[in-house]
Every structure is written in structure tokens, then in C-alpha cells.
């Protein structure tokens, strides 16, 4: 409050030279008050040096309206991971949190990470190819992973592919091993992760781990990885026609028609076990990880042939044309598993790691890189928060010791 | 930011309110938040972090943008200091963003004028990071383009109090941002 014998207080200056406080007395008074002139041109200043400053921090510009349509599909992607997790496997308040597998690495890694799930819905689309065709004689109901290719979805393809998949849950229902209930375009939560020596894990996941050579783990890094393991698991997903039609009937696409044999047909998508080393640093407990599984496995029971489904599965509404077009230059198409890369979060270069050809991915910001190779039958991802040459020496030192 | 309708008005709560709040919220708390951490990664990890707490808040959703907007800033800014917490972390945070950050925009520049832009940004963070708290908060909101209404409704102030706890925080910011940088 402004007194007509007494100077006004510094807060009510700074937001006069906001134009928060527009008393005309205030005008009046600086005119007549060398102390608040002073004062006054101290404040001036103090913000001008924020101003500046703190400028040098901002975004270079707000995410976008496909930006943040893209970060709601993500949102939407993480709420439905976090209520599929059963009460009983939620960290209790104040405890330290369960070792979800991915649950404490950022989210755009975390769906790096489940690039794997998510590549099981595009490998049966993969698996649906025309180049594909003549090769399906031999693997006429069967895709086997030996070998990975990238696909580049923008943000807006990662939009249109996450709803496309989601819209499966209306031409079907999709099954987890256990029988529960999922919903397609959405991965379900991985089993959860039991801690375990490297021998047994090798042993459950049936073949020998490999570890890094630690010299060329980087400073500050425990060459003792906490070793967990996830168990198999099998995803089934069973055409329902009459729950098909009646949804592309109700959205307009009436003319998209799922023929009778596919009624009962059966897309089965088996993941093998897999172990998850994790190398924690003083800051991080998750400094470095590296994965290593099995092949994948997608196979079709009923009455249906790959030919048919791929028909029908790339006519599905919605499915961004850049997408089904990388997918139809795979080779090998029935046993390479196309690992979907976001655009807008990181660059890709096909690389070879310790035998076997591969992808390195650097996230856009070059805090974080990330490797997957196929090699002899199994499939190897090592990812952290190092630089891309620093996490090639660790995936090329891998060997059994 | 706000206009006096919407801080008067009342809302109901449609089907659809959470992705109008989402739709709306999103991109501001994203770069307040970015300006804290320095990490686009990070940065979108806490943002939905704030807003999978609102999504369990059904009631708080009823309320109006205005109200739900400070409480987002208000989780939004305490999750991302939180993430900054403890000082040995936080300078090794501020020692790796100001080595490897690249802006989208930066990639046109040279490489003298892009380390002149990292070094400033490592020295600015180091400077707020000497801020107390609660003045941080304010100097954050205001040169992010809130109002003294927005900024009283997000740290629980009285609008008539937000001038001074600005004018303390600049000064404060101003006396470690020279002593760094003469």
C-alpha cells in the first residue's frame, strides 16, 4: 500500500515495473524521491541480468501440437503399464521401489526398451509382406528373429500406430500367457524380474551370459552388475469377425471386411526368457544395462495363411504409409525384427557389435546411446547413459568369462 | 497467461476434461520444467509424472484451469527439484548439461558461439542453484511469462507478496551469477 509521506516498498516497485501495480502515485512520487529512483534503477537491473540469463535456458521452442498429441499417447501408454502392474507387485510408500525391470529408466527409453514388445506387432505385420511372399512357402505360419532392421516413425506415425494398434482390441482379444485379459497396442507389463546369480541366470534364460571386459566399463561405474532375470512369456491374440465388423462398421469402414476363416485364428507371440545386467554408478543405479534373450517367436494358429493376414492387417485404417512402406523393403522379412526408432528422439546407424550386425541408437540430446544386435541365436541391448563410442567398446568386449 | 473469466470460472468435468488439461498444460510445463533440468528426457519424465498424479485426482480436475494449472506448476517444480536435490548430484547434472546439451535451434551455430551458449548455461544453473527455493521458484515462473497471479496461486502466495520475493530473488541471482561470472 502506497503512503503519501512514506516510500513504497521494494516488492511494490518490482511489480510496478512489471506493470502488476499501476497506482498513477507511484509515477508521481518516483518523480519527486531520488531513494526510490535509485532503487528503482537497482531493480531495473537486477531483472535485466535474470532476464538475460535465464533466457539461455529455455526450450528452443514449445512442443508442438503433434509433439504433445505424441507425449499424451506416451502418457496414456505408461498410465495403462502402471495399472496393469497388480496392487500386490506395487512398491509399498516409503520402500525402496521394486526392480520393475524398466521402471526407473526415463520413459523415452523405457519405450526404446519395450521397442521389443512393440516390434512384435510389427513383425507380424513384417511377416505379411509382398517380399516376404515367396519366402513364406518355406515359413509358411512361422517368423523367427535373427537379425534386426530399424523403422523410422515420426511423431506423428508413433501417434497413428499406437491408436491403430489400440484399435485391434476391437477386432479381437489378446491373451497373456496366464489367460488374463490385454489390450492390444498396448504392451502389457513384462513378468516381474527376480534378482538372481549370473550362473543361474544363465541357467533360466539356457544359454551362457556374456559380460563386459571392465576396463572398458567407464570411471565411477561397479563392475558387479545386479543380474535379474524376466520370464518367458507367451501373448496371444484370437480374431473375434462379429466384434470386428460391428467396430468398422460403427467407425465408418464398412468396406474393410475380416473374412469368415479368420474368426478363432490365432497370432502367437513367444518371448523367450531374458536377463537384464544392471551396472549401477554412484549417481545412478542405472548406469548401464545390458539385455540379453532368446529368439522371438510369432507363429499363427487356425485356418488362416500369413498371405491373408498380412492383407488384411496392412489394410487396417490408420496405419501410416511410411510405416507399411519401410517394412515392405525388409529382406529376410521372416526373420527380422523391426525395431521401431522415434525420430524426434533419437538417431540411428546400422553398426556391427561382437559378431553380429546391429543398431546403434544415440538419443538427440548425446547423453544417452544404446546397442541391439542379433548374434548366434540371441539377441543383445546394452543402453546408458554414455557416449555412442563408449557403449560400442562395452557391447564389442561382451564375451562368456 | 490466465484471463480473469477463466480464474473465475467454474468447470465441469466431462469425459474429456483430463485431455483438455493435458492439451493445454502440456507445453508450458514442459518448458518450465526444461529450464530446471536441462534434459528433454528428464524434463518430459516429470510433466507426466505431475500428470498422472492429476489423472488420480478426479475432483481436482473439476476445478478450474486456473487452479489446476498452479497445481500442476506447483508438483510439477517441486518433482523436478527433487530430481535436483543433493548437491553433489546436482553438480554433476549441471556439469553434464552444460557439457553435452545441444539445442534444436543450436545446431546452425558455430562451434564457438555453441560453447559460449553451453558455458552460460552451466553458469546460469550453478547461479540459481545458490537461489533459496522459494525465490528459485518465483525467478523461474516469472521469466517463464507467468503473471504475479499465476505465481501466487502456483507457490501459495498472496499476489501483493510476489513483487518483493521477486525483487529478493533477482538480487540474490544477481550477487552469484557475478561472483562466477565478473
Redesign the interface.
Known sequence: MILETACPERGTWRAWLDHEENDPRLDAHLETCSTCTHLVGELREAAAVANRALSSLGVARHPSADETALARERFAWRQRQTAAIPDVQKPAAGRRRAPAFVSHIPTPWRIAASGMAAAMALSVLVGFTDVGRTAAAAFLSQFRSQQVAAIEVSPQSQTEIMKALGALGNLGTLKTAAGANARPGVVPPLPQPRSVSLVEASQQVGFPLQTPDPKTLPAGIDPTPQVQVIAPTELRYTFDKSKASSYLRSNGHANVDLPDKFDGATLVVSTPAAALLQYSAKDSRDALLIGQSGELVVSVEGKVTLDELRDFLLSLPGLPKETTDQLRLIRNWNETLPIPIPTDKYNWKSERFNGGQGLLLNDNTGIGSAAIWQSGGHLYGVAGSLKANDLKRVADSLAVR | MATLTEMTETVPAPADRF?TL??RF???L??VV??VL?????S??I??DA??KL?DDAELQRKPDVEVGAWLRRVALNLAFNRLRGE??AR?RLE?VGR???????AADTPAILML?VE??V???R?LAEVPERQREC??L???GY??AEIAATLGLAV????????R???A??AT??RQSP
Open positions: 485431455e493435458f492439451g502440456y507445453p508450458e514442459y518448458a526444461y529450464r536441462g534434459e528433454r528426457m528428464a518430459e519424465d510433466v507426466q500428470f498422472l489423472n553433489r548430484r554433476a553434464r553435452l546439451e545441444t539445442g534444436t535451434d543450436e551458449r552460460e548455461q553458469e546460469v544453473r547461479a525467478l523461474l516469472r521469466h517463464s503473471s504475479y501483493g507478496s510476489v513483487g518483493v520475493l521477486l525483487a530473488a533477482e538480487q541471482f544477481r551469477y557475478r
